[in-house]
């Protein structure tokens, strides 16, 4: 009985095909392409994590190194615009000193002139602002039967920037030339009640500043 199942099995195995998978040759190729398939499965988890792992790293790296180069250079451009304002501050003053130099000396009785003028600030810049402002309005009723409208605005300011060769700068409307803070006029001609006070008079008009803000005083002959 037990001899005629196992015949009735081998039979059933050799009419599906089945039993050539168990012949010698074909169940070796079978293991070892079972034990290949395992092998390579391994390290692919490992190894995905691995270059994840180095990606990260790198990408760390090159964030790191943007983050620096770019502290760097806005650490730059704000020593460079400091240097640019103190010249351009400069620059205007003695642009300003020429002038009136010129111009006082053209006046009668003034002679030889020198001056000297202070600022009070920098040049001050404009830049663009955004406001964009939202309404709503609400309709309430309250449990009397009546009414009531309620108006909301809001408004929010942010400034415009444009983008230069790369680099994002605000978007300047105007630029506000520094306002003096003081004249000294040393001339020739100076030290008459008349002299001091067209003198005087003169730098007024010109930088619509106080009075007591605006010094005269003589030159000293040798000069």
Known sequence: MRRDRKETWKQWMEKKGIHKWFQRDNLIILILSGVLLFIIALPTKD????????????????????????????????????????????????????????????????????VMIT?????????????????SSTNEEDSQGGSRILNQMESSESTVYKTQDGDSEPYVVKTLLPEVEGVVVVAQGAGTGTIDKSVT????????????????VKMESDR
Not at 119 to 135: A, C, W, Y
């Open 47 to 114: 190894g995905e994590e691995s270059g994840l792992s180095n990606s990260q790293t790198q990408s760390g790296g090159e964030n790191t190194l943007t983050q620096e180069e770019r502290a760097e250079n806005e650490a730059s451009l704000g020593q460079e615009s400091l240097e640019e304002a103190q010249n351009t501050r400069e620059d205007y003053c003695a642009y300003l000193e020429k002038r009136l130099e010129e111009t006082l000396s053209g006046v009668s009785g003034v002679g030889k002139v020198k």
């Open 119 to 135: 600022l009070k600030s920098s040049e001050e810049l404009v830049v663009e602002k955004d406001t964009p402002v939202s309404r």
């Open 201 to 216: 008079e003169i730098v007024q008009a010109l930088f619509d500043i106080e009075a007591h803000k605006v010094k005269v």
